[in-house]
C-alpha cells in the first residue's frame, strides 16, 4: 500500500463519525445566534444542522455495535438490571428525578414572575417561556407515569399505593398550574401593549381558575379513595358472610359479593387525578387490578368449604383500603 494511502487510512476509514458533532455544533450555533441580528443565518444553521445529525448516528451505531467494550458494558447492565437491589436503586433514581422535576418547574415559574415584575414592558422575550410552560401542561403526566415501578413486585406495589396516588395527583396539580401560567402569559403578552389595565383581572380570573382545578383535583382524589374504602368494607362483609349460610343462601351472599367486587373493580380501574382515562393514573396498574380479580373469584368459589382461602386476597385488599386511609373525607 502506498505511504498516502497509509497515512490517510484512519481519515477515509472515520471522517463519517465527524457529521454527527458537526451537526451538533451546527445547530447549537444556530440556536444561540437567534436573539442577534442574524436571526434568518441562525435559521438556516439550525435546521441544516438537523438532517446532519440524522445521518451522522449511523457510523456511530456502527462503532458502537463492534465496540467490546461497549458489550462488556452493555452484559453488566443486563445482569445488574434484574438484581432486586439495582432495581431497588433504580426505581428510587425515578422517583427522586420525578422530584427534583417537580421542584424545578415551580422555581421556573416563580423565576418568570419575578422576571416579568421587574420588565413588564419586555413582552416578546417571554414566547420560549409560555412555550416551556405549555410543553409541560402537555407532558407532564406522561413523563411522571414513566417514573413509576416498572413490574415491580406484588408486595412492594401494594405497599406503595399511597405514594403513587399522592404522585399522580401531585403532578395533575403541577401540569394544571402550568398550563393556566402558560394562558395568562398568551394574554399578557396580546393585551399588556394594548389594555394594560385588564391585566389586574385577567391575573385575578386565572388564579382563581388555578385554585378551582387544584381543588377539583384533590377532591376527586379524596372522594375515590373513601369511595373505594366503603366498597372494600362491603366487599370483605359478603366474603366472611358465605361459610355460614346454607347452599341455597350461599349462593345469594357469592352473588353478593361478586356485585361488590364489581364496585372495587371499578374504583381500581378509575384514573386518580382526572378523568381521561388516556392521561391519566389509575388506582392500581391494570395488570394488578385483573390478576386481583381472578383471585377474588376463586376465593369466592373456594371459600364455602375452606373459609381460609379468602385469607390472601384480603389481606391484599386490606393493604388496598389502608392506603386509602389518609384521603378519607365522607363529604367530599
Not at 420560549?128 to 417514573?147: F, K, T
Not at 393585551?191 to 387544584?214: E, H, K
Request: charged share 25%; with cysteine.
Amino acid at each position: 500500500m502506498p505511504l498516502r494511502d497509509q497515512a490517510t487510512e484512519p481519515v477515509r476509514a472515520h471522517w463519517r463519525r465527524a457529521i454527527l458533532p458537526a451537526g451538533l455544533l451546527l445547530s447549537t450555533w444556530g440556536n444561540a445566534l437567534y436573539d442577534s441580528p442574524h436571526r434568518t443565518a441562525s435559521l438556516i444553521m439550525f435546521i441544516s444542522g438537523l438532517p446532519l445529525i440524522h445521518y451522522g448516528r449511523r457510523p456511530w451505531h456502527r462503532f458502537v455495535d463492534n465496540s467490546r467494550a461497549w458489550k462488556r458494558v452493555q452484559r453488566w447492565v443486563a445482569q445488574k438490571r434484574v438484581e432486586p437491589k439495582w432495581k431497588h436503586r433504580w426505581e428510587r433514581l425515578k422517583v427522586t428525578t420525578w422530584g427534583l422535576f417537580m421542584l424545578g418547574v415551580v422555581l421556573y415559574a416563580w423565576k418568570l414572575l419575578g422576571k416579568i415584575a421587574q420588565e413588564p414592558g419586555r413582552v416578546n422575550e417571554h414566547v420560549g417561556s409560555g412555550m416551556v410552560l405549555m410543553a409541560v401542561w402537555a407532558l407532564l403526566p406522561l413523563l411522571a407515569q414513566s417514573a413509576e415501578p416498572k413490574d415491580p413486585p406484588k408486595e412492594q406495589l401494594l405497599e406503595q399505593i399511597s405514594d403513587r396516588t399522592w404522585r399522580a395527583v401531585i403532578t395533575r396539580t403541577v401540569a394544571n398550574t402550568a398550563g393556566i401560567y402558560f394562558a395568562g402569559l398568551l394574554i399578557y403578552m396580546l393585551v399588556f401593549s394594548s389594555r394594560p389595565s385588564l391585566i389586574m383581572p385577567a391575573a385575578v380570573t386565572l388564579g382563581g381558575a388555578a385554585v378551582a382545578t387544584g381543588h377539583k383535583t384533590w377532591t376527586r382524589s379524596r372522594k375515590l379513595s373513601t369511595q373505594l374504602y366503603r366498597n372494600i368494607q362491603t366487599l370483605e362483609r359478603n366474603l366472611a358472610m358465605i361459610p355460614a349460610g346454607r347452599e341455597r343462601a350461599a349462593d345469594e351472599k357469592r352473588d353478593a359479593a361478586r356485585k361488590s367486587w364489581d364496585a372495587v373493580e371499578l374504583d381500581l380501574r378509575t384514573s386518580v387525578d382526572t378523568g381521561y382515562a388516556l392521561f391519566g393514573t389509575p388506582f392500581l396498574p391494570t395488570e394488578m387490578t385483573t390478576d386481583l380479580r381472578l383471585r377474588v373469584e376463586a376465593a369466592i368459589e373456594a371459600v364455602e368449604g375452606n373459609p381460609a382461602a379468602t385469607k390472601e386476597v384480603l389481606d391484599d385488599l386490606g393493604k388496598v383500603r389502608e392506603a386509602c386511609t389518609g384521603r378519607l373525607d365522607s363529604v367530599a
